[in-house]
T-cell receptor
Framework: EAQVTQNPRYLITVTGKKLTVTCSQN?????MSWYRQDPGLGLRQIYY???????DKGDVPEGYKVSRKEKRNFPLILESPSPNQTSLYFC???????????FGPGTRLTVL | EDKVVQSPLSLVVHEGDTVTLNCSYE??????LLWYKQEKKAPTFLFML????IEKKSGRLSSILDKKELFSILNITATQTGDSAIYLC??????????????FGQGTTLQVKP
């Protein structure tokens, strides 16, 4: 089944404790992206990647890192999480030339 | 600054009503406009619009883009309770790697009552 998977789905952590949210897609998509969704602000793009080893900042990249060492994986790294990074995070992927974007199930992160 | 604004922010209707959701944008180097539906999970793709005046249709949903006035509408006719969701509008523009960067609006929350 074609899908985007994220792990973990729920995470509660404390300020400053490094964490990684994994994202994997099995559709051989070139383009992958991370978003955060907050009430009243909609979805905001954090980082995106058009292919292996090619990443670019979205609108809200501060406090986040990403890597794209393999085509299928695009992990989101929070080196030192802070409470303002409490949010719902979505990973997404699509074929570059086709704008139908497939979203993962979401990761709800709480930073205390 | 690029922005995408949706209205209304929330809407309550009864089954059978027709609704129109609005999305206006101010984005440099517009490439396309997309509509998504989000229920209690991840957003799912509805439409992509690139040309003015050409209606895209899928069942009871339809959408059209006006690139002169910089807005799009999403119409839902004969609404059903299953249409209850958040509807998201996004505009794509080229990123620095010439790959689309999506800017989302705040979303419109639609509730359809029986």
């Amino acid at each position: 089944e074609a899908q985007v998977t994220q792990n973990p789905r729920y995470l509660i952590t404390v300020t400053g404790k490094k964490l990684t949210v994994t994202c994997s897609q099995n559709m051989n998509h070139e383009y992958m992206s991370w978003y955060r969704q907050d009430p009243g602000l909609g979805l905001r793009q954090i980082y995106y990647s058009m292919n292996v080893e090619v990443t670019d900042k979205g609108d809200v990249p501060e406090g986040y890192k990403v890597s794209r060492k393999e085509k299928r994986n695009f992990p989101l790294i929070l080196e030192s999480p802070s409470p303002n990074q409490t949010s719902l995070y979505f990973c997404a992927s699509r074929v570059t030339a086709n704008n139908e974007q497939f979203f993962g199930p979401g990761t709800r992160l709480t930073v205390l | 600054e690029d922005k995408v604004v949706q209205s209304p922010l929330s809407l309550v209707v009864h089954e059978g009503d027709t609704v129109t959701l609005n999305c206006s944008y101010e984005v440099t180097n517009f490439r396309s406009l997309l509509w998504y539906k989000q229920e209690k999970k991840a957003p799912t793709f509805l439409f992509m619009l690139t040309s003015s005046g050409i209606e895209k249709k899928s069942g009871r949903l339809s959408s059209i883009l006006d690139k002169k006035e910089l807005f799009s509408i999403l119409n839902i006719t004969a609404t059903q309770t299953g249409d209850s969701a958040i509807y998201l509008c996004a505009v794509e523009k080229p990123g620095s790697s010439n790959t689309g960067k999506l800017i989302f609006g705040q979303g419109t929350t639609l509730q359809v009552k029986p």
